[in-house]
């Protein structure tokens, strides 16, 4: 349900889905180009000015074509909103819950390289996202982008970059349960059917093992282990 | 046991390592797909099973933390349009939006540096200014 059509020079034109701080909705600038307004609710823009803030700075020092670019602020009578670039494609939660896509291993393979080369960027530019989840990526088929800097923080803070590990590890395993058919009875290590490899590479990145040191010893295990 | 603030709460942003289809075919409460590991979203055997590997970050606070612009670690600067105190780094001011010129980043670690700062205070590159 939309609420209004415009806000400010915007045309509203869908809603794309909600959160834990407010609205996203798809609207176009007055040059016809698909921006996303993020309406934050105003209770939290008004006692937690400080909530915000990380989400401006992070993505305000972040340029990469895999992530959305922070493309300003309005502040109406209506509501307070990012204006941020649009990422096409669907999230990876609507693909697997709404369409039902069942992820081959080369899909996994390449939303996983993709999804490793935008987290060696954010963390080379001491980001860690805090929420990857199957909710804040997109795909469009060919390429992956992560949303939702919401919970970002600079390293050197309350997060550290496993934790990054750790959710896409979480992300990988609802891709892998897509073609689960078998029964329900315990815990991925003992119902997915996966090499000692995978095994033991999702444990690590789930913290039941040794965990990276770095992104580089990810993505060079997960090329290894999930390439055949 | 839906209290997202208790204190079992502050590691809940690491997914729970242990669960298996019960959860990641039907996902948990609240909306599917949130890395959120809620109580009651996985099986009750599995939940005792929970034994991860110590982790290098002790401490995960709270997501929102309430603290002001001037609290944040590279101070922060003046709207030249209204006059509102914008983050250091913010492309925009978050009062009216308009566009700050003066935002910069570290070239090298990335975090933003104060205005006319010619060192980052975090890694203490040159910040080419
Ligand atoms: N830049 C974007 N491009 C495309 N879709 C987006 C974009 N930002 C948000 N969305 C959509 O809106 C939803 C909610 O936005 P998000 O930034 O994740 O907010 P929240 O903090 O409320 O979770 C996302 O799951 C996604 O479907
Ligand atoms: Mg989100
Ligand atoms: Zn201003
Ligand atoms: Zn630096």
Known sequence: MIFFRRAGCYTVESRLGGGRYGVCYLARDPEGRRVVLKKFRPKIWRENSGGNHHEAVILSGLDHPAIPEFLGVLNLPRGYFFILEYKQGTTLKDLLFHRHTEFTESMILRVGTQLLDILSYIHSRSVVHGDISISNIVDDGRQTALLDFGLARYTGGDLSVDLDHSCFGNVLLYLLYSRYRGKKFGAWYEELDLSAGKTLFLKRLMGLEAPFCDDAEVKEAFLTFFSD | ?129
Not at chain 2, 18 to 35: A, E, L, T, W
Not at chain 2, 57 to 74: D, L, R
Not at chain 2, 83 to 107: E, I, N, R, T
């Open chain 2, 1 to 129: 046991m839906f209290n997202f603030f208790s204190d079992s709460s502050r590691k809940r942003r690491y997914p729970n390592p242990n669960r298996g289809s019960s959860h990641y075919q039907k996902g948990g409460f609240f909306g599917m797909g949130s890395s959120f590991s809620r109580s009651g979203s996985s099986s009750p055997r599995r939940q005792y099973g929970y034994q991860p590997y110590p982790r290098q970050g002790q401490h995960y606070g709270m997501p929102q933390q309430n603290q002001g612009y001037a609290a944040s670690q590279s101070g922060s600067c003046i709207c030249p349009n209204c006059g509102a105190s914008v983050p250091a780094g913010s492309k925009f001011c978050l009062s009216c939006g308009a566009k700050m010129a003066s935002a910069a980043f570290c070239p090298n670690c990335g975090k933003p540096v104060p205005q006319g700062a010619k060192f980052c205070p975090e890694c203490g590159s040159p910040t080419g200014r």
